[in-house]
């Protein structure tokens, strides 16, 4: 599966983005997804995860409230809806898939990444 993140950009602290995540090559609705982000000089970090069936979510707790992940498994994406944007928020945001069960949020549980989309937060 190739996995293709896009809609980042530069935006001002208490702004909105909304990222979206492409998928092709596979049967995506197969796959738990995720968003992870990575600031530089900092490891990756999990963000948000949405679930193949039941479309349960877990969010970190730096976002919980502010970011809502969802899917759209007849266009083979998921999204990620940023709101209320901090400064800490700057970031790399990647999107990965796995079929691991339950809500993982370490990296090494996941099968293929997309290239990351730049999210920059300016105060």
């Known amino acids: 599966v190739q996995l293709q993140a896009s809609g980042g950009g530069l935006v001002q602290t208490g702004g909105s983005l909304r990222l979206s995540c492409a998928a092709s090559g596979g049967t995506f609705r197969d796959y738990t997804m995720a968003w992870f982000r990575q600031a530089p000089g900092k490891e990756r970090e999990f963000v948000a995860i949405?679930?193949?069936?039941?479309?349960?979510?877990f969010y970190a707790d730096s976002v919980k409230g502010r970011f809502t992940i969802s899917r759209d498994n007849a266009k083979n994406t998921m999204y990620l809806q940023m709101n209320s944007l901090k400064p800490e928020d700057t970031a790399t945001y990647y999107c990965?898939?796995?079929?691991?069960?339950?809500?993982?949020?370490?990296?090494?549980?996941?099968?293929?990444w997309g290239q990351g989309t730049l999210v920059t937060v300016s105060s």
């Open positions: 990965a898939n796995t079929r691991v069960v339950g809500f993982p949020t370490t990296p090494g549980s996941y099968y293929s």
């Open positions: 949405i679930r193949r069936s039941p479309q349960g979510t």
